[in-house]
């Protein structure tokens, strides 16, 4: 399945530079969030996730940064490479007033590896 | 483990008549997400179960959609009738807990 296209704001990087993707989230209330990345004709995959008592947690080449002060999530790939080529979702967990829970997606940046 | 696996990969429908895109979730996972991606609309929750049972379809667009869970290994997302407007990927997605989910790779449904 195709990702979101043509409107996509996109970021193209030299590949072994390091890719910084942002996302502003609007709700106080998040209290989790979770980036996802989605090659072309696949699922959304997994990346990474923190907590809102979290400002800052690291993985496998990947780094996601969280300023509660300005709602501002970022995604940091380390040494990028060609297979990070795709589409880069951030989704926030909201809890409602109703203590329901809802997972609510980011419409995406398309990370471009430049030979 | 197979990962989820969602059927058909690929539908065209014409205007009016029943789609039926079928999902099989992962295995021991508990919940169980359906989730439409369009060019305008990004990707949204359309419905989600909890061992079987439908927990929240406020995503669910209008009536002509409808979700059943029948067993823990399987589920399906109905359109009926079928509009052009419907045209989007959608995609299933299983976890083990409410905030985690694994995706399939999706059923592109193009109705004409």
């Known amino acids: 399945g195709e990702s979101v296209g043509l409107h996509l704001p996109t970021l193209s990087v030299q590949e072994g530079d390091n890719s910084i993707i942002n996302c502003a989230y609007s709700?106080?209330?998040?209290?989790?969030f979770i980036w996802y990345k989605q090659e072309s004709g696949k699922g959304p995959q997994f990346i990474i996730d923190i907590r809102s008592n979290m400002d800052k947690r690291q993985g496998q080449r990947v780094t996601v940064l969280l300023n509660k002060t300005v709602k501002h999530l970022s995604l940091q790939i380390a040494a990028t490479q060609p297979g990070d080529s795709a589409v880069y979702f951030c989704?926030?967990?909201?809890?409602?007033?109703?203590?329901?829970?809802?997972?609510?997606f980011g419409k995406g940046t398309r990370l471009h590896i430049l030979p | 483990d197979a990962g989820v696996i969602q059927s058909p990969r690929h539908e065209v429908t014409e205007m009016g008549q029943e789609v039926t895109l079928r999902c099989k979730p992962i295995s021991g996972h508990d919940y169980l997400f359906w989730y439409r991606q369009t060019m305008m609309r990004g990707l949204e929750l359309l419905i989600y179960?909890?061992?079987?049972?439908?927990?929240?379809d406020s995503g669910m667009p209008e009536d002509r959609f409808s979700a059943k869970m029948p067993n823990a290994s399987f589920s399906t997302l109905k359109i009926q009738p079928s509009e052009p407007r419907d045209s989007a990927v959608y995609f299933c997605?299983?976890?083990?807990?409410?905030?985690?989910?694994?995706f399939g790779q999706g059923t592109r449904l193009t109705v004409v």
């Open positions: 997605a299983s976890g083990q807990g409410w905030t985690e989910a694994f």
């Open positions: 709700n106080s209330a998040s209290d989790y």
């Open positions: 179960f909890n061992n079987n049972v439908p927990i929240d």
């Open positions: 989704a926030e967990n909201i809890r409602t007033v109703y203590r329901d829970d809802k997972i609510i």
